[in-house]
Nanobody, 124 residues
Framework: EVQLVESGGGLVQAGGSLRLSCEAS????????IAWFRQAPGKEREGVSC????????LYADSVKGRFTISSDNAKNTMYLQMNSLKPEDPAVYYC?????????????????WGQGTQVTVSS
């Protein structure tokens, strides 16, 4: 069974840091594109960052560039999102996703597999 399980969300003060993790089972990240999305209340789910397993290419939303870093440990089949300098506009449910096509993109509809989400809350 294919599964993605996120962890690491929580409450942090503005300016603080969190690291989200997403462990995959039932498939290997080796040949997948992986990404993080987020969805705030009343808003569309938006792409935050992606990572291609084939060439290591990454993309970041303008709103998180320079603050967030996506990475993966293929030996552990786990992906990460390091979030630094968190802002009041960052709170959302964060989702990890994987796409068997392997190229880095943040087109939500093309992702095959999704985690259940983890809540990130930022206090000002």
């Amino acid at each position: 069974e294919v599964q993605l399980v996120e962890s690491g969300g929580g409450l942090v003060q503005a300016g603080g840091s969190l690291r989200l993790s997403c462990e995959a089972s039932g498939f290997s990240f080796d040949h997948y594109a992986i990404a993080w999305f987020r969805q705030a209340p009343g808003k569309e789910r938006e792409g935050v960052s992606c990572l291609s397993s084939t060439d290591g290419r990454t993309l970041y939303a303008d709103s998180v560039k320079g603050r967030f870093t996506i990475s993966s440990d293929n030996a552990k089949n786990t992906m990460y999102l390091q979030m630094n300098s968190l802002k009041p506009e960052d709170p959302a449910v964060y989702y990890c996703a994987a796409d068997s096509r392997a190229g880095c993109h943040v087109t939500r509809a093309l992702y095959n597999y999704w985690g259940q989400g983890t809540q990130v809350t930022v206090s000002s």
